[in-house]
């Protein structure tokens, strides 16, 4: 089950939202020292974006909490390609190391 779903508001834009502690690699990112929540998948967006889709920069707005991760946008592909990559690294053990790795090379910090 994805959990990542891109839904239409009411104000006529869309929200993608990331059900935190129901992702494939959960266990790992405790492992390695982080939480499940909201707010480390806002870094994990923040840290995509930055490392390999700039041109997704400024487009949506994120709103994380604690069980969650949810970003806004007029632009429902905007959306889908943050989903395409934070489902990689929602469900790859491997993809999810790899950022927490470059994470901690660019002294990027998570904040959960």
Known sequence: MDPIEIE???SGGYSLWLEAGTTDVD???HEL???ANGYFWEGVAELLV???APSLAGRFSPDPEGGAFCAYSDD???LEDLA???HKVATEESRLRQLVDLAAT???EFDD
């Open 8 to 10: 239409p508001t009411e």
């Open 27 to 29: 266990e790992i990112i």
């Open 33 to 35: 020292g982080h939480e």
């Open 50 to 52: 930055a490392s390999e």
């Open 76 to 78: 429902r592909a905007v």
């Open 84 to 86: 395409a990559r934070l």
């Open 106 to 108: 660019t002294g990027f």
